[in-house]
Nanobody, 126 residues
């Protein structure tokens, strides 16, 4: 079975950095585009970033562009999200998700992804 496991979340101060990881098993990791989503309390789950199967193409939500970097290591079956200059508005549960091999034009939508992790909490204090 497919399993995605996020890690690296925690409590940090505004302006600090965190690196999230998502370890994948049960799927051909290198054959999937991978995305990060987040959900703050009382809000809808929102798109954060996506990366193509080979890592060449990346797209970001406007709110994180320039601060977050998505990357992957296919040899380690691991997806990463480097988060710099964190703001209180970044506080949320962060989820990784596996999509199709190619990034569809609907990459911002949750329905474009087949598998999801359980999430890791990121809390940014001001």
């Amino acid at each position: 079975q497919v399993q995605l496991l996020e890690s690296g979340g925690g409590l940090v101060q505004a302006g600090d950095s965190l690196r999230l990881s998502c370890g994948a098993s049960g799927l051909t990791f290198g054959a999937h585009s991978m995305g990060w989503f987040r959900q703050a309390p009382g809000e809808e789950r929102e798109f954060v970033a996506v990366i193509s199967a080979n890592g060449v193409t990346q797209y970001y939500a406007d709110l994180v562009k320039g601060r977050f970097t998505i990357s992957r290591d296919n040899a380690k079956n691991t997806l990463y999200l480097q988060m710099n200059n964190l703001k209180s508005e970044d506080t949320a549960v962060y989820y990784c998700a596996a999509g199709r091999t190619t990034i569809y034009i609907t990459y911002r939508n949750q329905a474009s992804y087949n598998h999801w992790g359980q999430g890791t909490q990121v809390t940014v204090s001001s």
